[in-house]
């Protein structure tokens, strides 16, 4: 059982950064690949990215490349979002999750997920 905890969310102004941090509970963080998906409203929910147990494995949706940077700490049990440049179109419910495989961007190969944290923003 992993328990995942979101932060860093907020309200930023377009052009503006933001670092979103996600700690997890229990001993085998190494062996989970990680992910941040995002959902806004009247949308699917898409992987934004994802990151491999060792982090060798990276993934970045085509929208965000450039901008956003996944990367992960096992020893802190903590996996990060970079996000630089923010759009408006980048507003969103931030999910952190992990995955029992190597590597996915399949959110369905996801089975731990956090509560979500809400970035906003403004033009």
């Known amino acids: 059982q992993v328990q995942l905890v979101e932060s860093g969310g907020g309200l930023v102004q377009a052009g503006g950064s933001l670092r979103l941090s996600c700690a997890a509970s229990?001993?085998?963080?190494?062996?989970?690949?990680m992910g941040w998906f995002r959902q806004a409203p009247g949308q699917e929910r898409e992987c934004v990215a994802a990151?491999?147990?060792?982090?060798?494995?990276?993934f970045n949706t085509d929208s965000v490349k450039g901008r956003f940077t996944i990367s992960r700490v096992n020893a802190k049990n903590t996996v990060y979002l970079q996000m630089n440049s923010l759009k408006p179109e980048d507003t969103a419910v931030y999910y952190c999750a992990a995955s029992h495989s190597y590597f996915s961007r399949n959110e369905h190969e996801y089975e731990y997920w956090g509560q979500g944290t809400q970035v906003t923003v403004s033009s």
């Open positions: 229990g001993r085998t963080f190494s062996k989970y690949a």
């Open positions: 990151i491999s147990w060792s982090g060798g494995g990276l």
